[in-house]
């Protein structure tokens, strides 16, 4: 399929996922090039290999120009160095203070442009699960846009005040906020039995904008090469810590590894929901109980993209890889083979704490350096320090939100009160809409088609 087909389906209608047939390859000297240059020209290089006829390199190339213009830092994704061979890449510059911008700003205009060269008829419904921040990015991305109704579905008061807030106070007309009764696995299974139902899905026309879509792993590699140069690459090799929930940012990070960035360690952090780090150590993946924490967004146990992962290492056999995965689904336990596990270990280590421990680091962060860290970004740190080798790479814990998404947590570990950015002032003051559902996929489609028909009758 071509870039633009795969962006609008989302998801495969076998409910697989899409990946690229190879990696395109970046050399040294490609590499050394990055360097200096801003955010969306380093985006541009990168990405624009995965493109093929989709948009011009000019028309790209001004659509990577204004998703990132309004984020409120120079640098987009600015650096900031926390001890020796130490750094916090800071990703929450974006319109809604999460990682999930550097991809979805990008995502929505694509969706915007393909649309429209599709002509007048051509809309679509996204539908998609959060645990808390691809909502909020995924409604500032695609709010008020003719083509494109967004259903929205996060599990009921699991994510934090000010996440659920920057979803529902958006009052846009094709703006569909559901609060689902479950865990965020919960409303991920609802969106796949959506997906499944063909009938519905191209009565509907749905796409999705979870990381399932191949277009947000492809631009969050962008991330990887940007700060991997400004501290050396390739010369200097990296070590990336990311807090982990549904495996798409840490996979962006593999993609970016296997295009040619010279990285020796990738790092899981797993908060209490350790179901990743209990494979890495053990070489057994097993359900658990989903407990909630302060790092909501990492309340997960089946991580969508970890099927990306096992594709590679399944050596691109997609057959093997939905047969393992049905397997897991039906026993709730999984053993992928002690030779894959070893491979796998020899790349991706792992590190899971406890909420008394997350805000212990936060805590600790705030005391020597004067950075007040989210809870989910002290779990990835954490887990990056546990497991850095100094002598042979530089350590970046991905810094994936602002801590003023989650002010009690924060203050309850430093006493500070996190302040919310100017764009964000009075929140808590916003009308709120969105509707309480049961965990029950015929009537959350019944739903949708009743919004939908009304949309489509205005």
């Known amino acids: ?66 998703s990132y213009r309004g984020f409120d830092h120079t640098a987009v994704a600015p650096l900031i160095q926390l001890g020796p061979n130490t750094w916090l890449l800071e990703l929450f510059h974006g319109p809604t203070l999460s990682f999930k911008d550097y991809a979805l700003q990008m995502v929505g205009r694509l969706f915007d442009v393909v649309l429209k060269r599709r002509g007048e008829n051509n809309k679509i419904t996204i539908v ?133 960035l010279p990285v020796d360690k990738l790092v899981i952090g797993s908060n209490q929901n350790d179901i990743l780090t209990r494979y890495i150590q053990t070489g057994e993946m097993k359900i658990e109980t989903v407990h909630a924490t302060l790092s909501p967004s990492m309340d997960i146990q089946i991580s969508s993209n970890f099927e990306r992962l096992l594709f590679e290492y399944y050596d691109r056999d997609g057959a093997a890889v939905a047969d393992v995965m049905e397997q897991f689904k039906k026993t709730g336990s999984v053993n992928f083979g002690q030779d894959r596990w070893k491979r796998m270990t020899s790349l991706f280590a792992a590190h899971a704490i406890d909420d008394e421990q997350t805000k212990a680091v936060i805590r600790s962060t705030f005391k020597n350096t004067g950075e007040l860290l989210d809870p989910h970004t002290a779990v990835g740190l954490a887990a990056g320090i546990a497991n850095h080798e100094h002598s042979t790479s530089a350590l970046v814990s991905i810094a994936t939100a602002h801590a003023a998404k989650f002010p009690a947590a924060v203050e309850d570990a430093t006493g500070v009160i996190p302040a919310l950015p100017e764009s964000l002032a009075g929140l808590h003051e916003r009308e709120e809409r969105y509707t309480v559902m049961p965990n029950n996929v015929d009537t959350l489609r019944e739903h949708m088609k009743d919004q939908i028909a009304k949309r489509a009758s205005v």
């Not at 801003?38 to 541009?44: G, I, S």
């Open 1 to 66: 399929m071509s870039f633009e087909d795969v962006l609008l389906a989302g998801l495969a209608r076998d409910g697989g996922l899409y990946v690229p047939e190879y990696w395109p390859q970046m050399t040294h000297d490609d590499i050394r090039a990055l360097a200096g240059l801003p955010y969306h020209e380093v985006a541009f290089r990168v990405m624009w290999p995965f493109i093929g006829r989709c948009l011009s390199e000019d028309d790209f190339g001004e659509l990577l120009g204004e």
């Open 128 to 260: 998609g699960a959060t645990s808390g921040d691809t909502g909020s990015a995924a409604i500032e991305a695609c709010r008020d846009r003719d083509a494109i109704e967004v259903f929205m579905l996060h599990p009921k008061d699991r994510v934090s005040d000010v996440q659920r807030r920057q979803m529902t106070t958006v009052l846009s007309p094709n703006v569909h906020n559901i609060a689902i009764e479950g865990t965020f696995d919960d409303c991920q299974e609802l969106v796949k039995q959506l997906f499944n139902d063909i009938e519905f899905r191209d009565q509907a026309n749905l796409s999705a904008v979870n990381s399932i879509n191949w277009a947000r792993i492809m631009a969050q590699i962008s991330y990887y090469f940007y700060v991997a140069v400004s501290i050396g690459a390739p010369e200097r090799h990296m070590t990336f810590a990311v807090p982990t929930g549904n495996f798409g940012n840490i996979f962006a990070g593999y993609a970016a590894r296997e295009m040619g």
